[in-house]
């Protein structure tokens, strides 16, 4: 059986009793990094008093390995032992791996399982005080400016609510291109959830870089963009665009940008 295991963002105590009790029953530890993980089982020993052997064998498996650990070896040895894959902090799958692992246990019939556990998206929305019912989690934004405005773009003027990750080093400038695309948009961010410094910020992207002036901004943040307010009016569809008087070259040009398909495919169709 494999079991994947969250682990606290920063607080040791939000670590469950069922984590405890499957990580010392483990026969064996995937880990995301094997030195990050030993020393959470020695703080669980040493600040907790809940023993777990050392003796296990870990394994490191990461986004640059994760596919070798569903060969046909390791597919034998989770349908034998217990095993349990835990990534450096949060929820596995959730901007971690474990996704590949999970479709192994899938595809080839073994047992697994998923313990609820921390997670920074959840938390962070729960702190937010935005009242919506739908939400979008987008993870982190691409590293390089010239990827970023577009996506970004999206976000700003998405219906639904949407939460990112973002490091110590990009905040600013995520603040910055936000206020330079749309400063009116109201957004959320936590640093450190669950540590310390935990700290919260909430308004607009220029208000909260004047707070940054007199504020420690590292460690890792979450960001919450509020979502466009619905229009009023009623949504374009293809029946709309269909009627239009327009010529067929300018037509398939609206028809592709709403969904996506090749313009010469829809001029033909238009044509024919």
């Given at each position: 059986m494999l079991t994947f295991v969250p682990t606290p963002i920063g607080n040791l105590l939000d670590i469950s009793f069922r984590t405890l009790h499957v990580l010392r029953d483990a026969e064996l530890i995937l880990c995301e990094d094997t030195r990050v993980t030993k020393k959470l089982i020695?703080?669980?020993?040493?600040?907790?008093?809940?023993?777990?052997?050392?003796?296990?064998?870990?394994l490191s498996v990461h986004s640059h390995n994760e596919e070798k650990y569903t060969s046909e070896q390791y597919i034998n040895?989770?349908?034998?032992?217990?095993?349990?894959y835990v990534s450096d902090a949060g929820m596995p799958c959730i901007s971690d791996p474990g996704a590949i692992l999970v479709q192994a246990c899938i595809k080839h019939n073994i047992s697994y399982d998923v313990l609820p556990g921390a997670n920074a998206l959840l938390t962070a929305y729960a702190m937010s005080g935005?009242?919506?019912?739908?939400?979008?989690?987008?993870g982190f934004l691409p590293h390089k400016a010239i990827n970023r405005k577009s996506p970004l773009s999206d976000i700003l003027?998405?219906?639904?609510?949407?939460i990112l990750y973002e490091s110590p080093h990009r905040i600013e400038q995520l603040l910055k291109e936000i206020q330079k695309l749309d400063d009116t948009k109201e957004l959320f961010l936590v640093k450190e959830l669950t540590k310390m410094y935990q700290r919260t910020f909430k308004g607009n992207a220029s208000s909260i870089l004047e707070q940054f002036?007199?504020?420690?901004?590292?460690?890792?943040?979450?960001?919450?963009?509020?979502?466009?307010?619905?229009?009023?009016g009623e949504s374009i569809t293809l029946?709309?665009?269909?009627?239009?008087?327009?010529?067929?070259?300018?037509?398939?040009?609206?028809?592709?940008?709403?969904?996506?398909?090749?313009?010469k495919d829809i001029y033909n169709q238009l044509t024919s």
């Open positions: 020695n703080l669980i020993d040493q600040k907790l008093d809940f023993c777990i052997p050392s003796n296990k064998e870990f040895i989770y349908k034998t032992k217990n095993v349990v935005f009242n919506k019912k739908e939400f979008t989690f987008y003027n998405s219906q639904y609510l949407t002036k007199s504020s420690d901004i590292r460690g890792e943040w979450v960001v919450i963009v509020d979502s466009k307010e619905s229009s009023k029946e709309d665009l269909a009627d239009l008087k327009l010529p067929p070259k300018q037509k398939a040009k609206l028809i592709a940008k709403l969904t996506g398909q090749n313009i």
